[in-house]
């Protein structure tokens, strides 16, 4: 066996499975794996913040899953045993007495688990400016946004501080992050992996998601994590059916975004030489279906927030109260037409997908942004749409030069094809990242 610091080294960075396939072939321990990573919080995480809570010594867990060996980390929003489950806001904290049973499951698969992860108060925001517990950075670039609202997850995988961290999704909080920080961010279709043991924003939007540093490792995590997946593979797809959006400068794309996501169109030209299906969006007006869902989002967040809103409103960060304030001058007319623009939306999303293998977009219509600077509008407009159906997404890193900031390519599929799409995700992965 190799217990080299600079082989364990290596190992921080690259894919979960491949942590895994070290371990079981001896040429690390997991011991030795595990200890480089909690070292690497202990360097990084006070540049970064991802990590705002860690058991006092993080457990060795036996399994013989394809992830064994590795570690993962957890959203705060999610229950790990023995530590404080506050969502963003220490207003809200509590100590769970329990694992949720995503959390339960990676355990079981031989994953250590190191910690609760940063995020965006309350997971309503996209920024992860935190208040209560510091802001969460971008590792690919000092003082931005990792984005959010599972910004701590996203910073931490882009890191190498864990091989996997679950996240969670409501119009994008998982994809958002993979998207700025150059990781691999997936959202399931809608309540495959279960929202018990997570504290919810909106259950009608909220997904569970994963973030990890392929695609490999995201299906191996899932099929962990959702049993009921099975182990067959989906029958292979030889004649792809891509579309992809057309309309970005209209769509409010900047220019960096839009080059790269050309860029790779053309090489999956080359690679698969498939044709590619041309696609509008100007007849959904994503901005309207963004502020659908966060009316939504703030109509089921208000009475969580109840006793606080009522007795030491001070304690909630400015954006959060302002939002709450915001949605009580709402009438349930505001409400029903919020309801039915998102059903609309998701509607149209399911008939302009119902005979493709995926719908191709950026993530996001811009990279990470200095942390201080103002919020763009229209950051989740793209990725708001397939929680509108429940639909499984995912994005990637696209190639990009050493300096530039990472850039996400996002792929929508149809709901219950999680698989599927995850098998398409993985070929195009190969093909971006070939000579």
Not at 132 to 148: K, M, Q, V
Not at 320 to 341: F, N, Q, T
Not at 351 to 374: K, N, W
Request: glycine share 8%.
């Amino acid at each position: 066996m190799v217990e080299h610091a600079a082989f364990s080294q290596g190992l921080l960075h690259a894919s979960a499975r491949a942590q895994a396939r070290a371990v079981a072939a001896g040429r690390v321990s997991a011991a030795s794996l595990l200890q480089c990573q909690l070292d690497a919080v202990r360097s990084r995480n006070p540049q970064l913040n991802a990590y705002i809570a860690q058991p006092a010594t993080p457990a060795l867990e036996s399994g013989t899953s394809p992830l064994a060996g590795s570690s993962f980390a957890a959203k705060d929003n999610f229950d790990v045993a023995g530590l404080p489950t506050a969502s963003g806001l220490r207003a809200m904290s509590r100590i769970a007495m329990r694992d949720a049973p995503v959390v339960a499951r990676l355990r079981g698969a031989g994953l250590a688990c190191l910690g609760k992860l940063n995020m965006h108060a309350m997971a309503l925001g996209a920024t992860n400016h935190n208040p209560d517990f510091g802001d969460c950075f971008n590792p690919r670039r000092a003082g931005f946004t990792p984005g959010g609202s599972s910004g701590g997850s996203g910073a931490a995988v882009a890191a190498g501080l864990c091989g996997i961290a679950l996240g969670t999704d409501t119009m994008g909080s998982v994809r958002v992050p993979a998207a700025y920080c150059g990781v691999v961010g997936f959202k399931p279709s809608h309540e495959t992996l279960g929202l018990e043991g997570v504290q919810t924003l909106c259950r009608w939007l909220d997904h569970a998601g994963l973030l990890a540093r392929s695609v490999e490792d995201i299906e191996a995590a899932m099929r962990i994590c959702a049993p009921h997946l099975g182990a067959m593979d989906p029958p292979a797809v030889s004649d792809l059916r891509l579309g992809v959006v057309q309309d970005l400068a209209a769509l409010g794309a900047d220019v960096e975004v839009a080059a790269a996501f050309d860029a790779a169109l053309a090489r999956l030209r080359q690679v698969f030489g498939c044709t590619l299906q041309a696609v509008r969006l100007d007849q959904l007006d994503l901005g309207a279906t963004r502020r659908a869902g966060l009316l939504l989002c703030e109509a089921e967040l208000h009475p969580v927030l109840a006793p606080v809103l009522l007795e030491r409103p001070d304690v909630l960060p400015a954006d959060l109260l302002a939002m709450m304030r915001h949605v009580e001058r709402k009438s349930a007319p505001d409400l029903g037409l919020a309801l039915e623009r998102a059903a609309r939306t998701g509607e149209e999303l399911d008939r302009l997908t119902q005979d493709l293998d995926a719908l191709l977009l950026p993530t996001t219509p811009q990279q990470a942004f200095p942390m201080r600077s103002p919020v763009p509008r229209n950051q989740a407009d793209f990725t708001a749409l397939a929680n509108m159906n429940g639909a499984p997404a995912i994005s990637l890193p696209l190639p990009v030069t050493a300096d530039a900031l990472p850039v996400g390519l996002q792929l929508i599929g149809r709901r219950g094809h999680d698989l599927a799409l995850l098998q398409l995700a993985a070929r195009v992965e190969s093909a971006l990242s070939g000579p």
